[in-house]
């Protein structure tokens, strides 16, 4: 498995943005796909965004058109810059990373998103 860490989180009030940067220990280019889920205090993780080596998107609806995932291969990095914030994605933000032989998942430790004026 590959260490993943998270960096970006904070406090930012409504209609502000911030962009998480998630930090590979290896190449990306051994992984089929990244991306980010989230999970408020007592709900469940849910899916935000993913994107894959060859660099397809996806979003989760309630994201798609605020967020945007991308990645740099140069320095084994995948951000969400994240804009137009709301309240309700005050949340812990969890990177995780597939690998192509089917091995198990690795997550990083999250970073706290909260939203707050």
């Known amino acids: 498995q590959v260490q993943l860490v998270e960096s970006g989180g904070g406090l930012v009030q409504p209609g502000g943005s911030l962009r998480l940067s998630c930090a590979a220990s290896?190449?990306?280019?051994?992984?089929?796909?990244m991306g980010w889920y989230r999970q408020a205090p007592g709900k469940q993780r849910e899916l935000v965004a993913a994107i894959t080596s060859g660099g397809r998107t996806n979003y989760a609806d309630s994201m798609n058109g605020r967020f945007t995932i991308s990645r740099d291969n140069a320095v084994n990095t995948v951000y969400l810059q994240m804009n137009s914030l709301r309240p309700e994605d005050t949340a812990i933000y969890y990177c995780?990373?597939?690998?192509?032989?089917?091995?198990?998942?690795?997550w990083g430790q999250g970073t706290q998103v909260t939203v707050s004026s």
């Open positions: 290896r190449s990306i280019f051994r992984f089929n796909a």
């Open positions: 995780y990373a597939d690998p192509w032989s089917g091995s198990s998942r690795s």
